[in-house]
């Protein structure tokens, strides 16, 4: 089993900073591509910010210059530094990540994280 579990949501004012963290444990062969993504209620799940096994990173624009992506792969370990935050910022926060389990190391499945709430007052 493959777990992700996620930290770090909370209340901040309009221009402040945030760190989420999503941890993935189990019986994991190997991990791929990390991401996180963000949905409202009554709207679709989109991506934030992507980073590759190697650690190339992809951004939407709406965040780029004000989001960082990045892992820690000896910890299995993403992580999404947010600062400038906005109102518009709220959401809900997912982690995603493609993961090889123990048991089929030959395929990849994609896991999502319980999510965790982030909100932003002006």
């Known amino acids: 089993q493959v777990q992700l579990v996620e930290s770090g949501g909370g209340l901040v004012q309009a221009g402040g900073s945030l760190r989420l963290s999503c941890a993935a444990s189990g019986s994991i062969f190997s991990i791929n591509g990390m991401g996180w993504y963000r949905q409202a209620s009554g709207k679709q799940r989109e991506l934030v910010a992507g980073i590759t096994s190697g650690g190339s990173t992809n951004y939407a624009d709406s965040v780029k210059g004000r989001f960082t992506i990045s892992r820690d792969n000896a910890k299995n370990t993403v992580y999404l530094q947010m600062t400038s935050l906005k109102p518009e910022d709220t959401d809900v926060y997912y982690c995603?990540?493609?993961?090889?389990?123990?048991?089929?190391?030959?395929?990849?499945?994609?896991?999502w994280g319980q999510g965790t709430q982030v909100t932003v007052s002006s």
């Open positions: 995603k990540a493609r993961i090889a389990g123990t048991s089929h190391y030959w395929r990849e499945d994609d896991y």
